[in-house]
């Protein structure tokens, strides 16, 4: 039919097979080889049914997210669909690895679904802020039901074979080769005069939905959703499913999919799609770069890093071996780790046998010999040079040789680090973030000497713990810290000007934060800026700068754990109080540094962080810390509850025109001077030329 698309007949069965690598995206030629096919298929008179089915590692994962921001080329997928659901012969879908989006679609249009019990399928166009765009919404609830077809939807997580044939979207499930099976099946249902079955023939049954079930649904999604704009479109799909029928309820979907598509949260996230596979990619890298076989792992520290990051590798199945300076923090820290396990299993996400899988698998330590086998060794002790220097020496007499040696340092000098071996190329950052067992995110630090071997296993740590590594130079708090440290100047700065901590909070959050700059500095505890900050070689000589974290340091009020920071805690709560002691406290020390308190609106809030934010990262893509605008992205989205909505901060600044951002940055300076504000280089030559972070190239 065309290169990507085969038809052949086989004892009677027409065979279309999709071969577009990697991931059989259903793209424009794809979709023209499929309707050449089934042409074929209709006027070939020696084929009584047909089966479709893809080569490769899995069935068509979704429409090519590469063409979303080209004209859409004929056929569309929806034609597709109707024209295979219109085939006068019985077609079978036959699905291995993944059938996702437009993939499952495309089998939604088939009249009978088999597969290998090891496949999965599901709707995560909501993940690309979209909604399923080829009938999925009209289509889905006819075969599942309203709530189940919502679920899948507004999750887009994939689910199981099993499951997806107890719901009746998959018919057969085929053992051994799925192709054989597939044609055996289609025989089969010839052989007993099976009827076509269309789904668009079926209604949806909502006589069975409670009142009020779609006013309900969204109150139960609310939260999750919230700031997103496709799944509130993805109910009123549905809803118009149970009253329309299917091609009107297309034609609704239809448009509702392109307002999706052309919005810029689904922009963000596509980058997104994209960037969080391209941090995998580094220039002076190749991909066969041998990796060392990393089977045994050793941690220095058992306090809130050192734990999670043992649950990390236990989680993973390798034998962790957590080394401590006495058995009363060796205790300490392993309880911790059993106890998190435990809350874990009492949630219902972990079975005692897996807690006790995993425990088993970390072992303590109080000698440095224990050490001696370990594959990679992750130092996770106080945040101060010179321990870590001596821990380094150390772990340089007793690890063996090939062993690849890392920090979880957040903010110091890597080369410093690794000069206190002999064998610097060994030494590599690991910058886990809290929790460690939780947070998506790891920032791989490489240093002046680091070696791409060790670069190279360090990035398939990563993926073996689950995570998302992203590679940053060496530099103060590398990428992530380094952005975030403006953010904190900003914010504070703007409460020695008279708003409210707990204003900023709720200004950042609802612009989509996870959570506020002062909440996560009270769970994160106040000390550790305080005393990061003390260890910074580039303090400005400004008595304003951080000052609200060091006046709260000095009154004690360390965050959740004193029970007060910038908030007040009730005792055992972790839910923050507003506590006009602090604005007192805030307001006195303006005061005593002549900051003159103003009126400040929740835009300038915005703006003063985020710029900072953005300004910084500009400096750090242009000083080579960061490969590419995408990994800042990355970064901010899976390390610093940054909303993926809006794609990260570069991305971000690109939605906000880079124009705008620099005339901010410029209204900043005039104000404050060019201390903090002044532009960086490669944010005003990208505002000059009408260009943009995301376009841009090294
Ligand atoms: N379009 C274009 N490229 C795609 C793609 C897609 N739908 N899905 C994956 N790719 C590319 C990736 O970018 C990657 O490229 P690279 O090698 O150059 O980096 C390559 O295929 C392999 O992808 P992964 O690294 O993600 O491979 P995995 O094996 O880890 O995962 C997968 C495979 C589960 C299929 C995963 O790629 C995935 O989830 N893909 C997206 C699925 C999706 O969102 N489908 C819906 C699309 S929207 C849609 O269908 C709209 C419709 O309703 C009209
Ligand atoms: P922590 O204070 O909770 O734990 C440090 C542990 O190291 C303590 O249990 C201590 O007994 C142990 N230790 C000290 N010297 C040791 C030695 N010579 N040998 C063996 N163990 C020793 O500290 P935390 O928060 O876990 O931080 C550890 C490192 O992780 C620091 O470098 C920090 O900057 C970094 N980090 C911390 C994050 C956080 O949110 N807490 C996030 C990311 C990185």
Known sequence: MNDLVRYERRDGIALITIDNPPVNAIAHAVRQGVMAALDRAA??????????????RTFIAGADISEFDKPRGKPDLPEVVSRIEGMDKLVVAAIHGTALGGGLETALGCHYRCALASARVGLPEVLLGLLPGASGTQRLPRLVGVEAALDMMISGKPISAAEAREKGIIDEIIEGDLVDGALAYARRLVGARAP????????????????????????????QTRGYFAPERIVQCVEIATRLPLAEGHRLERELFEQCKASTQSVALRHLFFAEREVAK????????PQRPIARVGIVGAGTMGGGIAMCFANAGLPVTVLEVDAAALERGLGTVRRNYEISASRGR???????????LIEGALEDGALADADLVIEAVFEDLGLKEQVFARLDAVCRPGAVLATN???????????????????IGLHFFSPANVMKLLEIVRGAQTSPEVIATAMGVAKIIGKIGVLVGNCWGFVGN??????????????LE???????????????????????FDLAGID????????????????????????????????????SGFYRYEEGSRTPIPDPLVHDLIRAEAKRLGVARREIDDAEIIERMFYALINEGALILEAGHALRPGDIDVIWVNGYGFPRYRGGPMRHADAVGLGEVLAGVERYRGRYGDRYWRPAPLLERLAREGGTFTGWQR
């Open 528 to 563: 550790i800026d305080v005393k990061v900050r003390r260890g910074r070689p580039d303090k400005p000589d400004d008595p304003t700068w951080c000052r609200v974290s060091d006046l709260l340091f000095e009154h004690g009020r360390l965050g959740q754990k004193t029970g």
């Open 482 to 495: 380094r952005m975030f440290g403006q953010m904190i100047r900003e914010n504070q700065m703007m409460q």
């Open 350 to 360: 972990l079975s005692e046998a897996e807690v006790r899988q995993r425990m088993g």
């Open 282 to 289: 580094i220039p002076d890298i190749p991909k066969d770069t």
């Open 409 to 427: 340092t957040s903010t110091l000098d890597l080369d410093r680090i690794a000069r206190a071996t002999r064998r610097p190329a060994d030494v």
């Open 498 to 520: 008279g708003v409210p901590p707990e204003r900023i909070d709720r200004v950042a959050e609802e612009w989509g934060m996870a959570m506020g700059p002062n909440g996560v």
């Open 43 to 56: 006027a070939d008179g020696a084929a009584h049914a047909v089966v479709i089915a893809c080569a490769g």
């Open 196 to 223: 076509i079955r269309r789904i668009r023939d079926l209604a949806v049954d909502a006589s069975r939905l409670p009142k009020d079930f779609f006013a309900d649904y969204r109150q139960r999604i609310a939260r």
